[in-house]
């Protein structure tokens, strides 16, 4: 089952325990992190519409703190604290319906540090979007003594800046096979749109309807 989240958008897949991706509207950051992590209730049939620290009653439907703890893997940002500009943003960012098992070497080194690189490209543009997902691993779950939560198989980005009336479209992934962040466009049979439509095996993927190629 999916499930839409609202305050940026998330499409959370309660069967992997992960989201599918998250979009938000990317402005010039100028926060800093928080070390805290929340849950949404809602998902867990918990009568309450906003995020909150984690309870003894949740989990059934999303994963929670104690999933990563002893693995190699990090909670991974789909809509990274880093691209936050303001306190409430950047709380909402550290939900876990908002991250994904990611190799902790990739999640803190390139990936890390092509987040940083997306700030210096996007930050000229007069309006930019941001859409980050996951395509999961199916076969590897975490924790080894209860796997429960899918981990990544490589994470995915598309940027969409607008520059006057000219709209400007980027895609990323990683890790590939040498454990970098690849650069493709997002449109085209060798672009990010068909990559995901063969890796999540579906058709019909418009990640920027109304053009940003």
Not at 96 to 120: C, D, M, Y
């Amino acid at each position: 089952m999916v499930k839409k989240i609202c305050l940026y958008a998330t499409l959370y897949n309660t069967a992997w325990r992960i989201p599918i991706y998250s979009a938000y509207v990317f402005k010039s950051p100028n926060i800093g992190r928080g070390d805290a992590w929340f849950i949404e209730p809602q998902l867990d049939s918990i009568n309450e519409p906003c995020m909150r620290a984690e309870g003894p009653n949740n989990g059934n439907n999303q994963a929670v703190n104690s999933d990563c703890v002893g693995s190699n893997y990090d909670k991974g940002h789909l809509y990274p604290v880093q691209h936050t500009n303001n306190h409430l943003s950047m709380l909402a960012t550290s939900t876990l319906t908002n991250a994904a098992p990611q190799n902790l070497n990739f999640n803190r080194g390139q990936w890390s540090t092509h987040e940083k690189a997306v700030i210096l490209d996007l930050q000229s543009c007069d309006e930019a979007y941001v859409v980050t997902g996951v395509v999961p691993d199916i076969n590897l779950r975490i924790p080894t003594n209860n796997p429960r939560v899918t981990v990544s198989k490589y994470y995915w980005r598309a940027t969409c800046c607008k520059k006057g009336q000219t709209f400007r479209g980027k895609g990323y992934f990683g890790p590939d096979n040498n454990g970098k962040v690849q650069s493709l466009p997002i449109t085209g049979p060798t672009g990010l749109q068909q990559k995901l439509i063969n890796d999540y095996q579906v058709t019909g993927i418009i990640i920027f309807p109304g053009g940003c190629n």
